[in-house]
């Protein structure tokens, strides 16, 4: 890759678009569940052939706020909101479960965000905050 020294460490970050539920307007985002731990698993194998010594750490997606996504969709879509959401936080769980597990199947360390962040009491509104962007940019 170029590099005279190699990155002591990476984070692999995925999941969260990959959680989303099929069926929905956002399903062209959707990964199955063993296809998404798949991905995972050629990414770190990857990052390892490139360089063996890199320490790479695993993050899970993070929790998802339902409440809180379902009032945004209202506040902006109004009656044209969608009743089901395109992602709901029991499903983003499962993908978590898969990129802990893998985790401990490739001996790697992982940082489960899912399950830290819930700790919190309010972590809807301590953690989570809505990104919005302007038309004109997407």
Same mark, same amino acid.
């Given at each position: 890759?170029?590099?005279?020294?190699?990155?002591?460490?990476?984070?692999?970050?995925? @999941?969260?678009?990959?959680?989303?539920?099929?069926? #929905?307007?956002?399903? #062209?985002?959707h990964? %199955?569940?063993?296809? !998404?731990k798949?991905?995972? #698993? =050629?990414?770190?194998?990857? +990052?390892?052939?490139?360089?063996s010594?890199?320490?790479?750490?695993?993050?899970?997606?993070?929790?998802v706020?339902?409440? @809180?996504?379902?009032? !945004?969709?209202?506040?902006?879509?109004?009656?044209?909101?969608?009743?089901? +959401?395109?992602?709901?936080?029991?499903?983003s769980?499962? !993908?978590?479960?898969?990129?802990?597990?893998?985790?401990?199947? +490739?001996?790697? %360390?992982s =940082?489960?965000?899912?399950?830290?962040?819930?700790?919190t009491? @309010?972590?809807?509104?301590?953690? +989570?905050?809505l990104?919005?962007? %302007?038309?004109h !940019?997407?």
């Amino acid at each position: 890759m170029g590099c005279k020294k190699p990155p002591a460490a990476t984070t692999v970050f995925f @999941g969260a678009n990959d959680a989303v539920l099929a069926g #929905r307007t956002s399903e #062209r985002q959707h990964v %199955p569940i063993e296809e !998404y731990k798949d991905n995972l #698993r =050629i990414i770190v194998h990857h +990052l390892k052939e490139c360089f063996s010594t890199m320490l790479v750490v695993l993050i899970t997606p993070p929790p998802v706020d339902e409440e @809180g996504r379902m009032q !945004y969709a209202k506040s902006v879509y109004g009656e044209k909101a969608m009743e089901h +959401l395109e992602s709901r936080n029991e499903i983003s769980g499962f !993908y978590a479960s898969q990129c802990v597990e893998l985790a401990r199947e +490739l001996g790697l %360390p992982s =940082i489960n965000l899912w399950a830290k962040m819930q700790e919190t009491e @309010g972590w809807q509104k301590k953690f +989570l905050m809505l990104v919005v962007v %302007p038309t004109h !940019y997407a």
